[in-house]
Every structure is written in C-alpha cells, then in structure tokens.
T-cell receptor, first 113, second 115 residues
Framework: GNSVTQMEGPVTLSEEAFLTINCTYT??????LFWYVQYPGEGLQLLLK?????DKGSNKGFEATYRKETTSFHLEKGSVQVSDSAVYFC????????????FGIGTKLQVIP | NAGVTQTPKFQVLKTGQSMTLQCAQD?????MSWYRQDPGMGLRLIHY???????DQGEVPNGYNVSRSTTEDFPLRLLSAAPSQTSVYFC??????????????FGQGTRLTVV
C-alpha cells in the first residue's frame, strides 16, 4: 500500500535558521505530493504541492521538489520565523480516478526568537 | 467562500452518550472524509464518501457512522461515546474523479472529550 514517512519531531530552530523536513513516500505510478501546515488550534491548510516528477512547489518562502528517483519531497525554507511554528504534514494522492490521500505523521516545528 | 464548516468546535460527552459532528462544504466537492488526530498517530481516516449516497470505511471506522444524503453535508455520528474516542476530529473535502491532482480542504476541527 501507499505510505509517507516523515520525522515526528519536535524540531526546534532559532529564528533565521535553515529548515529541512524530510519526506519520503511509497506509491505506485506518479502520485501528487503535498505539504500541509497546521497552526495551533486550526485545521490543516495546503502549503504547497507538486503533481509530477521534478516539479517544484513553493509558497511563503517554503519549497519542495518532487524527486521520483529518490521518492522524496523534502520541505525547505532558507530563513524561518517564529510565525512558522506549526505542524507540517507531507501527503500523497495516487494518480488515476479517485484515490484516498495518505498523510505522514506530521512534524512539529518550533522556532525560538 | 465559507469552505468547510465544522460544528461544534468543542464538545464534552459522557460515556455512552451519542452525538453528531456536522460538516458542510460549499465548493461542490464530490469527495468528503473524516479524520481523527491523536498525539503520535498523525491523521487517521475514519470514513469517506465519493458522492451523495456513497460512503465507505477508512482505517478506524468502529464506533462511528456516516451518511451522505447531499453533496454539501457529511455528518459523523457517535452512537455510544467511549473515552477512546477523545480526539480532535477533522472533516475534509476535495474534487475527485478526473481531477485527481487537487488538494483537500479542511475544517477547523472539533475537539471532543469523552469522560
């Protein structure tokens, strides 16, 4: 079956540090890949997505590149802010008709001033 | 657009009580789903629906019922609440069918405590 693997954290960084959250996946074919963010007390919201190999998704200074050869979709940001403190979920949606979304466990990020 | 609306935001139940968590979306999405979020467990799929009149079980369906009489609404029913159902519940919706590459939209969540 499909699966998404990411570290649970928490990841603690100082403001302006570089962020990487690793995400690897297992799926057949060419799934769409997503990063969602959940701020405290809120629901998940889409941060960025990529729908085919070598696509780069980007939003709010965050980036992730769809790497088919390594089945990865790592999230990066060059300089984090306190306001980036949240839980980040990697997810995949298989191609072909309707397929259920598979989520990773979520990585908690804490940015300290 | 309101997006996905969940009610209530908070609820405390006694063991054995029943209740319905409401979910409505105004985006004409075919697909709707319910998740529960627990510490260290991520999001787990409870039930989902690919259209009005069609529902199916997810990973953790026991103790929950759903129905989908309209495209807009997808209520989740707890028939006899148990402490193990204490969790945060999220409803989500998205397009399906020939548009597989679209993201899910989530409600704000319902924090349920069963005592």
């Amino acid at each position: 079956g499909n699966s998404v693997t990411q570290m649970e954290g928490p990841v603690t960084l100082s403001e302006e540090a570089f962020l990487t959250i690793n995400c690897t996946y297992t799926a057949t074919g060419y799934p769409s890949l997503f990063w969602y963010v959940q701020y405290p007390g809120e629901g998940l919201q889409l941060l960025l997505k990529a729908t085919k190999a070598d696509d780069k998704g980007s939003n709010k200074g965050f980036e992730a590149t769809y790497r088919k050869e390594t089945t990865s979709f790592h999230l990066e940001k060059g300089s984090v802010q306190v306001s980036d403190s949240a839980v980040y979920f990697c997810a995949l949606r298989p191609s072909g008709g309707y397929q259920k979304v598979t989520f990773g466990i979520g990585t908690k990020l804490q940015v300290i001033p | 657009n309101a997006g996905v609306t969940q009610t209530p935001k908070f609820q405390v139940l006694k063991t054995g009580q029943s209740m319905t968590l409401q979910c409505a979306q105004d985006m004409n999405h075919e697909y709707m789903s319910w998740y529960r979020q627990d510490p260290g467990m991520g999001l787990r799929l409870i039930h989902y629906s690919v259209g009005a009149g069609i529902t199916d079980q997810g990973e953790v369906p026991n103790g929950y019922n759903v129905s989908r009489s309209t495209t807009e609404d997808f209520p989740l029913r707890l028939l006899s609440a148990a402490p193990s159902q204490t969790s945060v519940y999220f409803c989500a919706s998205s397009y399906s069918g020939d548009r597989p590459n679209t993201e899910a939209f989530f409600g704000q969540g319902t924090r349920l405590t069963v005592v």
